[in-house]
């Protein structure tokens, strides 16, 4: 068994092996708390939900940190248009946050911590690099020396002599406009913390650089994030963690971002779908299977007919997994998936392939069912069940046991189909096929698939 990954900073997949043998270690970049989060936040989150679950599947001790960036200039900007205290801000959408981790079935992180918490450690690495001459104090700002550190770029592959680098207000004193702020002057009306070189408040590089060392070490596997943090935010976190005589991460782990219209879904472009809204009209475990079952390197492009269509493959599989629960009792998940599901999964998270084992095993447990053979379609069920477990998609596991939105109606619909069905077992044994055909039309246009068996007619979703 090898798990195989792709690493952003090397463009192509690589073997993984760990630092320490059976343990994974990994930092994700988690949320700016500016605002409440879109489901392309949450997209990240879950992508590396699956990862994590995976690694454990295949006996790692995985210690998985998320952080939460609770100041930086967004949150402040928000804070003067909105006239609310900036940790107000912060920590409402913090909340809504994992609120929306929640929802959707992402395990608790091993930590997340806060950058607003970890002040000291920065001005830690701060003055070690000033020492190392890669960082210098400027009017109470502290910046980092591109030119100082001679593999600046490598993992966004661009020429230090086009470099752009963002730029923000208040930013004086550079000795290159390449170089970027580790620590930002206090301004009127901003927070501020105490640190050797004046009151300011720290960039937001800086926090996380600060934060991995703390809990992760000076090495670790794994640092992921979504594509758009490659250039500046990680090329900017291996240039002050290296520097700093750090080996930081091994590998480099970016997700593809959900699109709008063809562009990234962002607050900026006010085309975002929050998750609080997205849970009230889907499931969230549908919610989930839309975004999770992507490969994670691909783009979404979000539209509700591809919300819909999601909806009805999950329902293929619910609807399998109740029909043998129904007729055989609680099926238990088998020990191991199957060699095919594991194989994809190894390949970089390969869960389109892998759900392809799943969709099969489900369409070879339906035809166990048809047939009466109680065996086969157990066993599929229990292959079914190991494999979306290794995804949080098992509808049967206790996470999603909870109720869900139309559950409370779910017995008045039953009640009005079955008074249907009656009606159209009533034509045919009349001979009235005409109408029996016809009642079973309008509800497969409502939505419903008509099933007649030997002990009468079963419907479900379509």
């Known amino acids: 068994m090898s798990i195989r990954l792709y690493d952003t900073s090397a463009s192509q997949v690589r073997d993984f092996v760990p630092l320490v043998p059976g343990c994974v270690s990994i930092y994700l970049c988690g949320a700016t708390v500016q605002a409440a989060p879109h489901i392309g936040h949450i997209r990240s989150g879950l992508n590396f939900d699956i990862m994590r679950r995976w690694f454990a599947y295949r006996g790692y001790d995985v210690t998985f940190v998320r952080n939460v960036t609770d100041i930086d200039d967004k949150i402040i900007a928000k804070s003067r248009e909105t006239g609310r205290p900036w940790w107000q801000i912060g920590y409402a959408n913090e909340r809504a946050f994992n609120d929306g981790y929640t929802a959707l079935g992402c395990l608790p992180p091993t930590g997340e911590p806060r950058a607003t918490g970890h002040i000291p450690e ?88 600060a934060m991995a060392h703390k809990y992760l070490g000076p090495a670790f596997d794994i640092h992921g994030g979504g594509r758009d943090l490659i250039f500046p935010h990680h090329e900017n976190e291996i240039a002050q963690s290296k520097a700093f005589g750090d080996d930081f991460a091994s590998f480099w782990v970016h997700n593809a971002w959900v699109t709008l219209s063809g562009e990234k879904m962002s607050k900026s472009l006010g085309n975002s779908v929050l998750v609080s809204e997205m849970v009230q009209k889907w499931r969230p475990i549908v919610l989930r299977y839309y975004l999770g079952t992507p490969h994670y390197r691909s783009m979404i492009e979000y539209s509700e007919e591809a919300l819909r269509e999601a909806e009805v493959g999950f329902a293929r599989i619910e609807g399998f997994a109740q029909r043998v629960t129904e007729q055989h009792g609680l099926v238990e998940p088998a020990p191991q998936v199957p060699p095919a599901f594991a194989e994809a ?48 998609l098992d509808p049967l596991d206790a996470m999603w046991a909870g109720p869900v939105q139309g559950e409370d109606l779910h017995g008045v619909v039953d009640a009005l189909v079955k008074v249907v069905l009656e009606q159209r077992q009533a034509a045919r044994e009349r001979k009235d096929y005409a109408t029996s055909d016809a009642i079973r039309d309008r509800l497969s246009q409502a939505g419903l698939t008509i099933e007649d068996r030997a002990d009468g007619s079963r419907w479900t979703l379509s």
Not at 367 to 374: E, I, N, P, S, V
């Open 122 to 209: 920065m001005i830690e690495m701060m003055r070690e690099l000033i020492a190392r001459g890669n960082g210098y104090a400027v009017d109470g700002n502290v910046y980092f020396s591109v030119t100082s550190y001679p593999d600046y770029l490598a993992l966004s592959h661009q020429e230090l002599e086009n470099l752009r680098q963002p730029e923000g207000e208040g930013e004086t004193g550079k000795r290159d406009q390449r170089d970027f702020a580790m620590w930002k002057s206090v301004k009127p009306g901003e927070p501020s913390w105490e640190t050797p070189w004046g009151r300011g408040r720290p960039g937001w590089h800086l926090e996380c650089s």
């Open 345 to 392: 999964m190894d390949d970089d998270f390969g869960v389109p392939q892998a759900l392809a084992i799943v969709h099969t095993a489900v369409r070879q447990g339906n035809a166990a069912l048809a047939a009466d053979d109680k065996e086969n379609a157990v066993a599929r069920l229990a292959e079914v069940r190991a494999m979306l477990g290794v995804l949080g």
